[in-house]
């Protein structure tokens, strides 16, 4: 489990294909603090620490979840949004996250407004239901407040606000018009949904 608050920016050094794809990562943290089979999030897919050494550390990642994250993420040079696994006892920053990738979202609009940036993301009819206003939200990894919901031709356009402070220490600070983002849905919305067609179903 996690938080969505990012505290190292990761860059992949190697990526191999043994099998599952093996990636190696680069990181500020120190791994001899990080035990091997631990769980880390990288821009918010929760995987198992497999290998590590001194600032680095290597996750295995199938072919399943390459094929339902952000396009080009698992590629050398590639930046991560890196999160260690939240410890019971733990100041709960962001919100609750889970390190599942429930869908796929595409920057449409970025902006700057102030000090602060301006970020409208695109989603798919499996996400639109569980967006809304001053609810949160996970992209790649970042835990955030959408500020407006507009529903285009059954998808959904939301918009966030990126604080200076998040987009100097996330990928956030580098996102562009057309790249893909990893999305996950507030746990609390999925669990509202199964409640709501649980309801309807027993009508």
Not at 52 to 69: C, H, L, Q
Not at 86 to 92: I, P, S, V, W
Not at 98 to 115: F, I, K, P, R
Request: some cysteine.
């Amino acid at each position: 489990m996690f938080t969505g608050i990012v505290t190292d920016i990761g860059t992949v050094t190697t990526v191999e294909s043994p099998g599952d794809t093996r990636v190696v990562v680069s990181t500020a943290y120190d791994t001899a603090t990080v035990d091997l089979g631990a769980s880390i999030a990288c821009s918010g897919v929760c995987l198992t620490i497999v290998d590590k050494g001194p600032n680095w550390f290597a996750v295995d990642v199938s072919g399943e979840t390459i094929s339902r994250t952000a396009t080009d993420q698992w590629t050398q040079g590639r930046q991560f949004n890196l999160e260690r696994a939240m410890k019971l006892g733990d100041e709960l920053g962001g919100h609750i996250v889970t390190g599942h990738v429930d869908g796929l979202g595409t920057v449409v609009a970025v902006s700057e407004e102030g000090g602060s940036h301006r970020v409208t993301i695109r989603a798919g009819a499996d996400i639109a239901p569980f967006i809304a206003p001053k609810g949160s939200v996970t992209i790649d990894g970042v835990s955030l407040t959408v500020n407006t919901v507009r529903d285009v031709d059954g998808e959904v356009e939301f918009g966030l606000n990126i604080i200076p402070h998040t987009w100097a220490v996330t990928t956030l600070g580098t996102i562009h018009v057309e790249q893909s983002v990893n999305i996950e849905i507030d746990v609390l919305a999925r669990y509202l949904q199964r409640m709501e067609h649980y309801r309807a179903s027993a009508r």
